[in-house]
């Protein structure tokens, strides 16, 4: 678990990365985008805090952009453009954080069901049923289905065929 301290230095760099990046925004003036950049901050709040952070550092990205267009004394045909790129601009990194969220998330997942498969598995030696972590016993099929993806495929190994059908 993370803690306070750590999720503020965290926001910090992400809220300096948000700066450096409209700061070069605005340097390079309207010709030169730098739009894509705004994403990083974004998804990386969220990789490192949360999806709460994420969705802010998206409206705040999307109002640093519009700042840096201002700024820059940029010119539309109407004057509801910059505000309607703004908008795209917060979908678009809302996605993002949405996006890294939800492949954050299928990563742990996907680290809990390896670990629940690693370790030591108390097996009976007798009829190799296993203990679960409630002390309750299966058999080695259902403990399979249970805590895996792979499907038992019952088969004779030769050895065993062999003994078997002499």
């Known amino acids: 678990m993370k803690t306070a301290f750590s999720q503020a230095r965290h926001v910090v760099v992400a809220l300096a990365l948000l700066a450096a990046v409209t700061w070069l925004d ?25 999806m709460t952070w994420g969705l802010i550092l998206s409206v705040l990205g999307a109002f640093a952009w519009l700042w840096a267009d201002f700024a820059n004394n940029h010119h539309y045909t109407h004057h509801w453009i910059p505000y309607e790129r703004a908008v795209m601009n917060v979908l678009i990194f809302i996605f993002i954080a949405f996006s890294f969220d939800r492949f954050k998330k299928n990563i742990a997942h996907k680290t809990r069901k390896v670990k629940e498969l690693e370790g030591i598995l108390p097996i009976c030696i007798a009829c190799n049923r296993i203990s679960d972590s409630k002390g309750h016993w299966t058999d080695l099929d259902s403990y399979l289905r249970a805590h895996s993806e792979a499907q038992p495929d019952p088969r004779l190994c030769p050895e065993c065929a062999g003994a078997r059908y002499r």
């Open 26 to 50: 605005f340097i390079t003036g309207y010709e030169i985008t730098v739009y894509a950049l705004y994403a990083f901050p974004v998804a990386w709040i969220v990789w490192t805090v949360n």
